[in-house]
C-alpha cells in the first residue's frame, strides 16, 4: 500500500468583502473519507485532527481537514465568525471530498458536523456516519448565552461582545453578539435531529464545558438514527489523553 502525503492548498469561500482564504489539508485514499471540523478555536493541528490524519495514512483512508475562517492558517478575523460563516466553509471544504465521509466533529464542531449532515441528508448524499466529540449542539444559547452574569449581558447588549477567561488560552475567549444572534438561526433542539447515518458520540464526565446532560439531551433528539453514546467517566472537555485517541479511533473504525 502506498502511504499517501497530506497536501496543503487554500480555497477562497465567499464573495466581495466576504470573501477569506480556507487553509486546508487533504490526503489521497480510499473511502469512505474522514472529514475533520474543530471546535472554537480550535484548529486542523490539534491532537485529536493529527491522530486522525494518522488513522487515514495508516489505513489508506482519505482525510480532509480545515480551519474555519479566524482560525489556525486561514485568513477572515475570528470576530467576525458566525455558525452560519464557518457552516459555509465546511460545505466548501467538503465539496473537494469524493464519495461518503465520516464526519467527525469536536464540541463547536459537533454542532456544524450535525448541521452539515443534514443537509447533506437533505441533497440525498448522507454522511456515512458521524463521530461527535464533546459535541455542543446549539452552544450559543444552550452553554453560552444562559450562562452568562447580568454583567455580562450589559457588556453582550452595550459593547457588541463578552470576553472571558479560558483555561486554554492565556488570552480571553471574545464572544461577539453577531455570534449570538446567528446561532438562532439553527438551533436544534427545537425538534427531531435527522443525520440520515449512524452516530457515535464520545463525552467526558467530567467535561466543565460542555456537560454529559447535554450529549444526553442530543441522543433524545436522534429518533431515526443508531447512536451510541459512550461516556468516559473521567474524561475532560478535550478528550485528547492517549486512551481517548484510541476510543477516537475505535469509534470511527466502528463506523468504516
Known amino acids: 500500500m502506498t502511504i499517501t502525503q497530506s497536501k496543503p492548498f487554500r480555497i477562497p469561500v465567499g464573495s466581495g468583502d466576504q470573501n477569506r482564504d480556507i487553509a486546508v489539508q487533504q490526503r489521497d485514499g480510499n473511502g469512505p473519507g474522514l472529514f475533520w471540523l474543530g471546535g472554537y478555536r480550535s484548529d486542523m493541528m490539534g491532537s485529536k485532527a493529527l491522530a486522525l490524519d494518522a488513522l487515514g495514512g495508516e489505513r489508506g483512508m482519505a482525510v480532509t481537514r480545515f480551519d474555519y475562517s479566524g482560525h ?73 448565552l444562559k450562562e452568562f452574569t447580568p454583567d455580562e449581558h450589559e457588556s453582550l447588549q452595550n459593547k457588541g461582545y463578552v470576553d472571558q477567561p479560558s483555561q486554554y488560552s492565556e488570552t480571553p475567549y471574545r464572544i461577539t453578539r453577531a455570534l449570538i444572534e446567528d446561532g438562532k438561526q439553527h438551533l436544534l433542539f427545537g425538534g427531531v435531529i435527522e443525520t440520515g447515518c449512524p452516530v457515535h458520540i464520545l463525552q467526558g464526565g467530567r467535561d466543565p464545558d460542555v456537560p454529559q446532560a447535554h450529549a444526553i439531551r442530543l441522543v433524545t433528539h436522534m429518533l431515526h438514527d443508531p ?30
Open 72 to 144: 489556525g492558517g486561514s485568513g477572515g478575523a475570528f470576530d467576525d465568525g458566525t455558525i452560519s460563516r464557518w457552516l459555509e466553509e465546511a460545505e466548501a471544504v467538503h465539496a473537494l471530498t469524493q464519495g461518503p465521509q465520516i464526519v467527525v466533529g469536536s464540541s463547536m464542531g459537533g454542532w456544524i458536523a450535525l448541521l452539515l449532515a443534514k443537509r447533506l441528508l437533505a441533497k440525498g448524499t448522507p454522511a456515512h456516519g458521524l463521530v461527535l466529540i464533546a459535541p455542543a449542539p446549539d452552544m450559543t444559547h444552550e452553554l453560552m
Open 227 to 256: 447512536v451510541t453514546l459512550t461516556l468516559i467517566p473521567d474524561g475532560d472537555h478535550r478528550l485528547s489523553r492517549d486512551e481517548d485517541l484510541a476510543r477516537l479511533r475505535e469509534a470511527v473504525l466502528g463506523l468504516v
